[in-house]
Nanobody
Framework: QVQLVESGGGLVQSGGSLRLSCAAS????????VGWFRQAPGKEREFVAV????????YYADSVKGRFTISRDNAKMTAYLQLDSLTPEDTAVYYC??????????????????WGKGTLVTVSS
């Protein structure tokens, strides 16, 4: 079992930045690819970014590419999502999730094994 807890969400103005954290506990975190997903009000959950177990491979959704940065510190059992140049369209609950396997596999919502409960990001115009 892996337990994931997100933090760092909040209210920010358009153009601002936030750093989300995903703290893990339980089994060996470094064996898992970690993804960030988000769900806006009235919309389906969508892929945002993913990082491989070793941190060498990352993928991003086109909508966040160049603005968001995913990273991880396996010694701290924590993954991060840096959100820059935020717009109101980024308003959503952000979830981290983990699975064994590759970063490419971890882009699929249905393939993730463990989920956190999410942290709300609200971007005002």
């Amino acid at each position: 079992q892996v337990q994931l807890v997100e933090s760092g969400g909040g209210l920010v103005q358009s153009g601002g930045s936030l750093r989300l954290s995903c703290a893990a506990s339980g089994r060996t975190f470094s064996s898992y690819a970690v993804g960030w997903f988000r769900q806006a009000p009235g919309k389906e959950r969508e892929f945002v970014a993913v990082i491989s177990w070793g941190g060498s491979t990352t993928y991003y959704a086109d909508s966040v590419k160049g603005r968001f940065t995913i990273s991880r510190d396996n010694a701290k059992m924590t993954a991060y999502l840096q959100l820059d140049s935020l717009t109101p369209e980024d308003t959503a609950v952000y979830y981290c999730a983990a699975r064994r396997g590759t970063a490419a596999q971890a882009q699929s919502i249905s393939g993730m094994e463990y989920w956190g409960k999410g942290t709300l990001v609200t971007v005002s115009s």
